[in-house]
């Protein structure tokens, strides 16, 4: 692994993804265990996409104790149930049909409500819950997170869940946390990998202002593919 300079400096940037992915699942188990054994509880927050469910599907679900870990997400398509888009049923095949004990309790963001029914009760829903522990998530190549793009970037909402209705990605209607929200929790988890992901790292070391700048990440996981040829490009510390 190496170094880069800029706001990553310091940040360890593995040699590929499958190194990532595998360090992102053995440090959510830890820190799941490590929040367990505090509050004897513990809130996990996912995103969708192939990033998180990578990881997912390097947990073994024998070492955690699910009946003690609350899953929440942190955007959903305005989909029906059950759609394979959907995505709760990401999560499902990525970790829960693999889990042979008591399942975390899921807490499913209701999309199919449409996004303005469905944002109000996820907000009622995550009201009665404890505050996320722990957030992992993928990053678009916009740098948008959940479903929070750079056309409708808002850091400022107090809110728990906002409608989406503008996206520009397909579905336009969703629902998402908020990144006051997400924000809220105390470990918060960004996988930045792959060649494709190469011009969003260089906008992120020139200092631009993107969604994922506002989550700030406490823990990143980046690799050569991503930053190759930058890493030595000097972007002002």
């Known amino acids: 692994?190496?170094?880069?300079?800029?706001?990553?400096?310091?940040?360890?940037?593995?040699?590929?993804?499958?190194?990532?992915?595998?360090?992102?699942?053995?440090?959510?188990?830890?820190?799941?265990?490590?929040?367990i054994a505090t509050d004897k509880i513990c809130h996990l927050v996912l995103s969708?996409?192939?990033?998180?469910?990578?990881?997912?599907?390097r947990i073994d679900p024998g070492r955690v104790d699910w009946e003690k870990v609350i899953i929440s997400l942190t955007d959903e398509r305005c989909l029906p149930i059950g759609n394979s888009e959907r995505?709760?049923?990401?999560?499902?095949?990525?970790?829960?049909?693999?889990?042979?004990?008591?399942?975390?309790?899921?807490?499913?963001?209701?999309?199919?409500l449409g996004p303005t029914l469905g944002a109000d009760q996820y907000c009622r829903d995550l009201f009665q819950m404890r505050s996320p522990d722990i957030v992992l998530l993928g990053i678009g190549s916009d740098g948008h997170v959940a479903s929070i793009f750079p056309s409708n970037?808002?850091?400022?909402?107090?809110?728990i869940a906002i409608p989406i209705t503008e996206s520009p990605k397909p579905p336009k209607s969703r629902v998402s946390l908020t990144l006051h929200y997400l924000?809220?929790?105390?470990?918060?988890?960004?996988?930045?990998?792959?060649?494709?992901?190469?011009?969003?790292?260089?906008?992120?070391?020139?200092?631009?202002?993107?969604?994922?700048?506002?989550?700030?990440?406490?823990?990143?996981?980046?690799?050569?593919?991503?930053?190759?040829?930058?890493?030595?490009?000097?972007?002002?510390d």
């Open 1 to 35: 692994m190496a170094s880069i300079h800029s706001v990553f400096s310091q940040i360890p940037i593995f040699a590929n993804e499958d190194e990532a992915f595998d360090t992102a699942a053995e440090n959510v188990v830890k820190f799941i265990h490590k929040q």
């Open 48 to 57: 969708g996409g192939r990033s998180v469910s990578e990881v997912l599907q």
């Open 87 to 112: 995505n709760d049923q990401m999560i499902h095949f990525s970790l829960l049909s693999r889990i042979n004990s008591r399942l975390p309790t899921l807490l499913a963001i209701p999309a199919e």
């Open 153 to 159: 970037h808002d850091s400022e909402s107090p809110e």
């Open 183 to 236: 924000h809220s929790a105390p470990r918060r988890m960004a996988i930045l990998t792959g060649k494709d992901k190469r011009a969003l790292f260089d906008r992120l070391c020139k200092g631009q202002l993107l969604p994922v700048i506002d989550f700030e990440p406490t823990d990143w996981y980046l690799d050569m593919n991503a930053t190759s040829g930058l890493v030595t490009e000097d972007y002002g």
